[in-house]
C-alpha cells in the first residue's frame, strides 16, 4: 500500500488580488495573470505546491463552508538569509499597508523572528537563525 504524501498547501482568500500580491512579495512565484482565477497555483521548491481557492470555490462544493473564526488554524513561516532580513521583510511589508502582528525579536529559540499579518489576517511567520 503506498503512502499519501503532502503535496499542496492550500489558502481559501477573500480577495485573490490582494493575497496573490502579498505571497509574490515573499517571492512566490506566482503567475502574473491569476488574479482574477478563482484557483491559482505556484510551485514551491522541493516539488510541493501552494494554491489559493476563493471562499466561492470553496462554498461551491461545500455549501456549508464558513470563514474560520478565532485566530489561525496554520501558519506558514518564511526562512529568511539572516537576522537582517527578517527586520527588512518585516518593515517593507508593513510600509506597503500590510498589517504587522508581532515586531521583530531574538527569540529564545535562536532565531530572529516576526509576523506579518496576509490579507485575509492568517499569520505569516519570518524567520532566520539568530546571529552568533
Known sequence: MN?????????VVSDMAASLAFYRRLGLGVPADADTAPHV?????GGMRIAWDTEEVIRSFD?????????????????????QEVDATYES????????????????????????LDPDGCGVSLFAQAAA
Open 63 to 83: 455549501p456549508g463552508w464558513a470563514r474560520p473564526e478565532g485566530g489561525d488554524r496554520i501558519g506558514l513561516a518564511f526562512r529568511c538569509s539572516s537576522p
Open 41 to 45: 497555483e505556484a510551485a514551491l521548491p
Open 3 to 11: 503512502t499519501p504524501r503532502l503535496d499542496v498547501i492550500g489558502l
Open 93 to 116: 511589508l508593513v510600509s506597503s499597508g500590510y498589517r504587522g502582528h508581532l515586531k521583530p525579536w531574538d527569540a529564545v529559540w535562536g532565531q530572529r523572528y516576526a509576523v506579518v
